[in-house]
């Protein structure tokens, strides 16, 4: 039945409506999870044991020719009490998304520009386990910067900074977060966190993105006697693709900075550098996106005071997006829905339709 989650305030339908393959079942009361920020939803899910590929079926009032935040969460939870491993791939229509390799809890997002009034959100089975899934999101875009008319972009780091991860969970969904991403808690190397209880004004600024005001709250910076921020880390990319990011950073000054003081710094990007750039009292400011192409998967950065700088920098938040291949659609729209509902007629478990 349809619930609303209190932990994340998500209100989830069942998946009956979206699709008519697969088995409804439950993981082992020894694996139930109580992860607050993934909700109940993942302690349930549908096995499709039957057929190569399944699909939901999904329709969005808003239609063709618009962007859609899309999010499948897995959980195995030795439902069949086999423990073993499952690995299968995930599309969205005829384009490759994700390969699932589900050892734990686990999820995929995507921003996807749908071309067709219909999203097909499919399992296929490649010989290596049954597909399933616990749970799916769908969200229109709207307005946002997070965009791509050529293609698809490919969450790979939603950065809280200064954050306080439990012992649980180092991840956290936030009620008021209109994108309903994921965060992850956490610092940088030689950082330390500090933090605001003030109000921080998100509306009617230079705030595109429209960051939580709590993850805005706090921030990191240097260690005594440093004047620079850093971050290398090897990304998830899709394969045979040669990778491209989109990197954003969001900065708001959470310090009463004395008279006559300044904070000011820079952005080196993979070798590229941006800035100076200063920041007004609680006044959120987003820089980026950035585009860069990297050969080796490598993307780092670092945050660097100018020399006239009297403080070290500072940086609340960072989200990086890969670039996806362009999406493959069908020749028209009718004739995709036609083989597509002949071939795959399925969809399964708890749904999010916004």
Request: with cysteine.
């Amino acid at each position: 039945e349809d619930y609303l989650d209190r932990n994340t305030g998500i209100t989830y339908k069942t998946d009956k409506d979206f699709i008519s393959t697969g088995k409804n079942t439950v993981v082992a009361p020894a694996y139930y999870l109580t992860i607050p920020y993934f909700g109940n939803m993942v302690n349930s899910l549908r096995t499709f044991p039957e057929g190569k590929r399944n699909c939901y079926t999904l329709k969005p009032r808003q239609g063709k020719n618009q962007n859609y935040y899309v999010r499948a969460f897995f959980y195995y939870g030795n439902y069949d009490s086999k423990n073993q491993a499952q690995k299968f791939d995930l599309y969205i229509g005829v384009n490759y998304w994700e390969t699932v390799d589900v050892r734990q809890q686990t999820y995929y997002s995507i921003i996807h520009y749908s071309v067709t009034d219909t999203i097909y959100v499919c399992l296929v089975n490649t010989g290596s386990g049954v597909p399933f899934i616990n749970g799916l999101d769908l969200r229109f875009m709207n307005d946002s910067p997070y965009r791509s008319m050529n293609g698809s972009l490919l969450p790979r780091v939603h950065a809280d900074l200064g954050g306080n991860p439990t012992q649980s969970s180092s991840t956290i969904r936030y009620t008021d977060d209109v994108y309903d991403r994921i965060w992850w808690l956490g610092n940088l190397n030689d950082a330390v966190s500090i933090s605001t209880e003030t109000n921080i004004d998100i509306q009617g600024s230079d705030h595109p993105c429209r960051l939580p005001v709590e993850v805005l709250r706090t921030a990191v910076q240097p260690r005594n006697g440093l004047n620079s921020l850093s971050f290398n880390h090897t990304l998830l990319h899709i394969e045979n693709f040669t990778p491209e990011f989109l990197v954003y950073f969001h900065f708001a000054e959470i310090e009463q900075i004395a008279p006559g003081k300044l904070r000011e710094f820079t952005i080196t990007l993979n070798g590229l550098k941006y800035g100076p750039f200063t920041l007004e009292y609680l006044k959120p400011l987003t820089k980026g996106p950035y585009k860069l192409q990297v050969q080796e998967d490598q993307v780092g950065f670092s945050i660097d005071a100018t020399l006239r700088s009297d403080l070290p920098p500072i940086l609340n938040a960072f989200e990086i997006f890969e670039l996806g291949p362009l999406p493959d659609s069908p020749t028209n729209q009718a004739d995709g829905m036609f083989s597509i509902s002949i071939l795959l007629n399925a969809i399964g478990f708890g749904a999010r339709m916004l």
